[in-house]
């Protein structure tokens, strides 16, 4: 299980990516997480102003 960036939602304004403990979040057009390196921690998911991301099922 990992957060997951819904790519409707991601505005790219790099928040989640600079409060990620482990560097898990790549930027790009729409940002996304690596599942193999997020440890479930939820910091990006309070943070992104949009909502855009979630826990993964
Ligand atoms: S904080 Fe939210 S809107 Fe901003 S880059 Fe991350 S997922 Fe996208
Ligand atoms: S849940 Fe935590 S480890 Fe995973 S991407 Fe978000 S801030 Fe990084």
Redesign the pocket.
């Known amino acids: 299980m990992?957060?997951k960036i819904s790519a409707d939602t991601c505005v790219a304004c790099g928040t989640?990516q600079s409060?990620?403990?482990?560097?898990?979040?790549k930027e790009g057009d729409v940002y996304s997480?690596?599942p193999a390196?997020?440890?479930?921690?939820?910091?990006?998911?309070d943070?992104c102003p949009t909502g855009a991301?979630t826990?993964g099922e």
Do not use: K, N, S, V
């Open positions: 990992a957060y989640c409060e990620c403990p482990t560097g898990a979040i997480i690596d390196i997020c440890i479930d921690c939820g910091t990006c998911a943070a991301i826990p």
